[in-house]
């Protein structure tokens, strides 16, 4: 699996294995596997998700060396704050049944978010968790938190795919040699995308299929992403994109797919609202 640099020397896998939405109990532990026997070698999680515990008992079992396999998981809304950090970080170091973590992000920008940071930070420092970073950060919120952090985030784990390029932050982001992190690559399924004529004739061109040459944009972007199916040919092929190469001009037509638009707005209060209120423990 190709690999990307992040801005501290940690390598990170180019594709990843997202596991949001799986439920735990079985059907996380599965998919995991399932993704890990693919071929996969980077899961992401996070506490919000519920279901660490099945990564973790995916990766023990699957019988290959821990360091060859790279475990994201973040932060939940509810254990920001300092103190409150310091315990979450423990939590998902004891679910996930590690005693490290590759990279640990903070899931959502609200709350007492540098309180969480500098917990983030500490953990850093100590070796529980090899890169920190943070996620669905815009433009505004950057501005609003950089100036109280220490560590350099090492990525922002946005909604990234090629009607949503995020054009604005990627520039910010590459002034600060953060990297993106894409969730919804595929637009989750969505059927405009992965039907849109230029991702399908350069489909029947490279002979792959549309999820591929989006995966293969993306990664030829310079982004991490994290597709997610339940499906095993398609989980296997969406690894499956470093044998071919999109040209220049390939590049530039999907580039120009970009609507400026996503399907979550992180600056809206409604989502600080609802999400500030889901919990996920006691
Ligand atoms: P399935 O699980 O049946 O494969 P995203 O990662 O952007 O959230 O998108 C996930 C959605 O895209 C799921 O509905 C998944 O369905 C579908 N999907 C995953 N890989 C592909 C692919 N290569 N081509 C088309 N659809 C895909």
Not at 60 to 82: A, H, M, N, P, V
Not at 151 to 179: C, G, H, S, W, Y
Not at 193 to 222: C, D, F, H, M
């Amino acid at each position: 699996m190709q690999t990307f640099t992040l801005n501290n020397g940690v390598q990170i896998p180019a594709v990843g294995f997202g596991v949001f939405l799986i439920p735990n109990d079985g059907p996380t532990y599965e998919a995991t596997l399932a993704a890990l026997k693919a071929g996969y070698r980077h899961i992401d999680t996070a506490a919000g998700y519920m279901n660490e515990s099945d990564v973790g008992k995916a990766v023990k079992d699957i019988g290959i060396d821990r360091k060859e396999i790279f475990i994201t998981s973040k932060l939940w809304l509810q254990d920001y704050g300092y103190e409150n950090a310091k315990k979450g970080i423990e939590n998902s170091l004891k679910a996930l049944g590690t005693d490290y973590i590759d990279l640990y992000l903070l899931h959502q920008p609200y709350g007492d978010y540098l309180g969480a940071w500098k917990a983030l930070e500490e953990a850093y420092q100590e070796g529980k968790l090899r890169a920190i970073g943070i996620s669905n950060i815009t433009v505004n919120l950057w501005n609003k938190f950089k100036d109280g952090m220490s560590v350099m985030p090492a990525v922002n784990q946005v909604e990234f795919n090629p009607f949503t390029q995020q054009k604005a932050l990627r520039q910010v982001m590459d002034e600060n040699n953060i990297r993106l992190e894409a969730w919804y690559p595929l637009g989750h399924g969505n059927k405009d995308l992965l039907g849109n004529e230029t991702i399908v004739s350069l489909a029947e061109r490279y002979n792959k299929n549309p999820g591929q040459i989006i995966l293969r944009w993306i990664y030829q972007e310079g982004v991490i992403s994290l597709p997610k199916s339940t499906n095993p040919g398609r989980m296997a092929g969406n690894i499956d994109i470093f044998d071919f190469e999109l040209t220049d001009e390939e590049m530039a037509s999907i580039r120009a797919l970009d609507t400026g638009k996503g399907t979550h707005n992180p600056e809206d209060p409604a989502n600080e609202t609802r999400l500030m209120g889901l919990k996920i423990h006691d």
